[in-house]
């Protein structure tokens, strides 16, 4: 029988979903692993026998020597966009197919605005201490306490107007704020069509920002490209917001740059070697963080898993094996 396995289910939801019917009727077992594997061998020791792999984005890296310890794995598929976390040379060279998915710019777009929401007027500081019993409080000192703003009227800044970062914008105009963009060409381009201001000048881009919202792809291009001196150019009161990728700024610099006060705050949805690397931002009182919610909602993953597990059935269709 061939074996299905897929990899970071965390919530434990996949063979629940409506698109695990797909995989009814055909000769295979699926194998649903909820649990983050933090060693090669151990991955390697879990994936023993696994003829279709598939990926919930990029939470596991399968690497050269994993590929080549598996000489039953036949296909790999990534939920989403095809992204770096496979080594496509060593799939290459091992006869691994590999297929992707499509992206959705919806739930990362909304988890985007709800964390400018929830940032902006401190609600999640207010709702732990109103579970302590202090009413109307947003810190156990009363000389500690901030009080949260309005959107509207304050200006939203888009790095990277692609189709996540313009529905943000879109947003923010909603709220009544100037919506101003940054980025190639292209950001421009549909900036401008959109009626809003695009900055060419990354520094004055970053001073003239209430509210500044990543939405870069992760190339080696846009690797570390925020830079604690863009940081140091925003305003004091200043939202820094990714949902998008850890890797796009600087090790350090956002911890550096509120130390430094600017901007004032951060709201955060993805980390570098997730899930550990969250720890080091848990306890700031200035940093909302979620644990990459992004693309985690219902819609998203019948979407994704519909896509993949139509691959992996069509795979084995087209590679039937003799008993």
Known sequence: MNQITVLDDYQGVVSRLNAARL???????LQVLHEPIDTEAALIAALRGTRCLVLIRERTTITAAVIAA?????????????????????????GVEVRDGSGNPIAPAELTWALILAASRRLVPYVRQLDAGRWQRSAERREDEALGTVLHGRTLGIWGYGRIGARVASFGR?????VIAHGREGSRGAAEQAGDHFIADRQHFFSQADVLSLHLRMTPDTRHIVTAEHLAAMP????????????????????????????????????????TGVQAYLSHPRILCTPHLGFVEHDTYEAYFENAFAHVRTFLHENRRAN
């Open 70 to 94: 598996l000489p039953e794995l036949e296909l790999i598929v990534q939920t989403g966009r095809l992204a770096g976390c496979i080594d496509l040379d060593a799939c290459a060279r091992h």
């Open 236 to 275: 004091p009161h200043a939202l820094l917001v990714n949902t998008s990728r850890a890797e796009l700024v600087a090790p350090g610099a956002v911890l550096n740059a509120l130390a430094a006060g600017r901007p004032g705050f951060a709201a955060l949805d993805v980390f570098e070697n997730e899930p």
């Open 174 to 178: 909603a709220f009544g704020m100037r």
């Open 23 to 29: 995989l009814d009727g055909i000769d295979a077992r």
